[in-house]
């Protein structure tokens, strides 16, 4: 699987932003499909994941009411909807997928990365 994450940009504090994760292959929808981020200096977070068919959802604490992760199976793309941006959310964000049953929440589970996209939220 080839992942090409994007929608990526500057946004001021409060904005919005939509990011997108196009995948290749035809095994998408059997792939937990993740959204990370690492800002400058500090390790590599989890954000939101959602299961095969888009069941389960998980998020991190710091964006849990502000996000929405979805996933279109047709389309082979998964879906970030951010609001109320913070200056904190400033990162690279990169999707990933896992295909084993692993924990959603730790990177060291995720078979595939795409390349990142920069968000930057302005205060």
């Known amino acids: 699987v080839q992942l090409q994450a994007s929608g990526g940009g500057l946004v001021q504090a409060g904005g919005s932003l939509s990011l997108s994760c196009a995948a290749s292959?035809?095994?998408?929808?059997?792939?937990?499909m993740s959204w990370f981020r690492q800002a400058p200096e500090k390790e590599r977070e989890f954000v939101a994941a959602i299961s095969w068919y888009g069941n389960n959802l998980y998020y991190a604490d710091s964006v849990k009411g502000r996000f929405t992760i979805s996933r279109d199976n047709a389309k082979n793309t998964m879906y970030l909807q951010m609001s109320s941006l913070k200056p904190e959310d400033t990162a690279v964000y990169y999707c990933?997928?896992?295909?084993?049953?692993?924990?959603?929440?730790?990177?060291?589970?995720?078979?595939?990365w795409g390349q990142g996209t920069q968000v930057t939220v302005s205060s």
């Open positions: 292959g035809r095994t998408f929808s059997r792939y937990t």
């Open positions: 990933a997928a896992q295909l084993v049953g692993s924990s959603p929440y730790n990177p060291n589970g995720y078979n595939y």
